[in-house]
């Protein structure tokens, strides 16, 4: 079964696994669960199968990686600026990702993360503020995977 929603996926979970997927009925304990605990910051009032349905649609209008190579800026363990990265990411969404680095064992600094910000809807691209943590050099490698 090919799922392409939210909607989609829990209509299935509720079909396929009715007592593990959504033991309250509708699915809202399942994703309650899974938003907390994945980290995210959950309002009670908040409606997380919008949530990730927001999530998925924004997902489908950014292709990082696509945005990335189509820069010269490649997965191949090289070394790139910061500046460059976040160049490409900016001029192929329009909004300035957080890059998030960490350390390898050489103490080399390393692509991470790149998150990209939304406003409170959770429906629309913001840029990012600055975050105190993953902080990168400006060069930094970009590992294969």
Not at 1 to 29: E, F, I, N
Not at 98 to 104: A, S
Request: charged residues 15%; proline residues 4%.
């Amino acid at each position: 079964m090919y799922l392409v929603s939210v909607a989609d996926l829990r209509s299935g979970m509720q079909k396929s696994w009715p007592t593990l997927a959504c033991s309250s009925g509708t699915g809202v304990a399942f994703w309650t669960h899974e938003w907390e605990k994945h980290g995210t910051c959950s309002e009670s009032t908040l409606d997380q199968h919008g949530y990730f349905q927001a999530a998925l649609d924004l997902k489908k209008q950014v292709n990082l990686l696509q945005a990335l190579t189509n820069a010269g800026i490649n997965p191949d363990g090289g070394s790139y600026s910061l500046s460059s990265i976040k160049s490409a990411i900016q001029e192929a969404v329009g909004f300035t990702p957080w890059i998030e680095c960490n350390t390898d064992t050489s103490r080399n600094s390393q692509l991470y993360q790149i998150y990209l910000c939304v406003d409170t809807s959770g429906k629309n691209l913001i840029d990012c503020p600055v975050f105190p943590k993953g902080k990168c050099d400006s060069e930094i490698e970009f590992p294969s995977f």
